[in-house]
């Protein structure tokens, strides 16, 4: 029977390679159709392609204009606001002249990929040659939108980075026989996040092309951040997007196999179709806000910064095939350098606390010396994440974390008031161009008003496929909920990092990574006060030593707990080290170690706010039998 399973399993798996590849005379056959049929309408014949007035990109061209190779100049502008963050990247898609350039690993068919698609389809039809590079597994999971796509604009190109059986959706057969036969490859993801605008201007960071990173989720969002460098970095950025499109992983539309079958089957497509858009009176609000220069000037130029020194770095493709080659983790490399040289403090945000062996050779080495630096951790609760898996090798190690390495963690609440603050910002509706009238009315502190919108299910996107939702534990409180999704860092008060680096093993070892390093004290001020505002306790409980409540059975059940957490397999004890603390009424906020915590810190269960569900049973089982995985979660 055993024998017979296996030979149905490898006849499946023969049968998906031979015919993971095109024929050279099928893609030809594709190009000369996309040729013959793409839509060539142009909406500009200036030089400068009708690009609009932007005091974004003139600030990065003035900067580059003044930079020296000694002395470079730099305007960097720190992208915490979901709002802000949306509008500069429409901002300077419509001023853009010559390029944009886009990588990503989420493109979904929600209202903010929708969006993002029309304004860079914009863009190609008035001349700015546009290119988009996505991560197969997770963009654009509709084939049909893809054949459209292929023909919108000679201007507009696309590539798909590593389809392990070259198609542009995955569906669940094709997930498993990546998994049994090339896990390796179908393990190589890019997880590099950028949007360069004429070579001058880039935004990094981790918001990727989905509703849920920008606040436009009514049931789940996330706390993401970005960083808008302009400046000579933008060449840096440039010669890392080049690298990765030059590369055979990145793959045209035209040599997908289902792309390529519905181009060949469809000689003469109709135009690409208006947006469908749930809330346009939103998407209009973002349009507006991008082309008012008063709004521009207070939210995005008023709190950006001229210095000097900025680098913009990328693990090289050659990371995923070759882990061990130095020069090809150039990124990660210099991170863990950067953590390593830290005297006096660490500050970390990470949606995703799962170590990396480098990661804890370097922490465990920083709290044995002498006068250790403080290490400050900002990142997900269960309550919060939608990675229920990696949250359970997490807390798996949280006394090593404590102990070991001198961390103070602060896991985020799932109705964090920064949060809720933001979203309410990014869903300000004008009533008078709202048709909906079943939507309620809420007021924020200062008095004006904002449209709640109900909750959205799964709903059809542009061409009629499904947008992909992780979907967390489910809550004992009702509300809105939130996630951490930022990765930041900051050494010493003197410099800080924002990129898409979770300071995890697949970070470590499988996806590629990008960010920007600014070397200015007020740049990485500023960044740690958002960092520290996330660990206030209205948005975070804070993890500490458990408290006996029976002296001998509770000193017991840590020998126990200790004992069974050191096992890789069968770490079935419930009661551990750790737990999570909320604040009192009355009471200051503190560390740990304070003699005054038991008294102003109550313990609110290893879980708080997670109702029973088979998510928390899960993250038991996978805290019991799953750490052997860590570094592919």
Known sequence: MQLRCGLVVTLLLAALLQGCTLTHAQIKRADAIVAASIDRQASCDQDDHCATPSPLLDAADQAIAHSTPAQPEHVVTLLDDSEAALVARINLIRAARQSIDVQTYIWDEDDTGQLMLNELIAAARRGVTVRILADQLFSFEDPNLLERLARVSPNLHVRLYNPTFQNSRTPPLEFAAGVLCCFLKFNQRMHNKLLLVDNSIGITGGRNYQDRYFNWDNDFNYVDRDIMVGGPAAHQMAASFNLFWNLKRAVPLTHLRDVNRLIQRDPNPPPWPAPQYAYPARVEDAISEAQDLDWLTQHLINTSLITGKVEYFSDRPAKTTQPDKRDALQYTSYLMHLISGAHHEVVLQTPYLVMSRRAQKIFKKLHQEASPPQITVSTNSL???????????????????????????????????????????????????????????????????????????????????????????????????????????????????????????????????????????????????????????????????????????????????????????????????????????????????????????????????????????????????????????
Not at 512 to 517: L, Q, Y
Not at 577 to 600: E, G, I, V
């Open 383 to 633: 309550a919060s994440t939608d990675a229920f898996a990696v949250y359970a090798v997490s807390y798996k190690h949280r006394k090593n974390y404590l102990t070991q390495y001198g961390f103070d963690i602060y896991e985020m609440k799932p109705h964090a008031q920064l949060a809720d603050d933001a979203y309410l910002q990014a869903n300000v509706i004008d009533e008078a161009e709202d048709d909906d009238e079943q939507a309620p009315v809420t007021s924020s502190a200062s008095g004006a008003k904002h449209k709640r919108f109900p909750g959205n299910e799964r709903r059809p996107g542009l061409f009629g496929s499904h947008g992909k939702r992780n979907r967390p534990a489910p809550l004992i409180s009702a509300g809105r909920r939130f996630g951490l999704h930022a990765k930041s860092l900051v050494v010493d008060d003197s410099f800080a990092m924002v990129g898409s680096h979770n300071f995890d093993p697949r970070s470590d070892h499988y996806n590629t990574e990008a960010g920007v390093i600014v070397y200015d004290q007020r740049f990485a001020s500023e960044l740690r006060a958002s960092i520290l505002q996330a660990i206030a306790p209205q948005n975070a409980w804070i993890i500490a030593p458990r408290k006996p409540t029976i002296p001998v059975l509770g000193q017991i059940s840590q020998v126990i707990g200790d004992i069974s957490a050191k096992l890789p397999f069968f770490d079935i004890w419930p009661f551990r080290y750790a737990t999570s603390y909320q604040l009192k009424p009355n009471c200051a906020p503190m560390k740990p170690d304070n003699p005054d915590f038991s008294r102003c810190y109550e313990a609110v269960g290893d879980f708080p706010d997670v109702d029973i569900s088979s998510k928390l049973l899960y993250t038991r089982l996978i805290t019991a039998f799953g750490a052997g995985v860590k570094g592919v979660l």
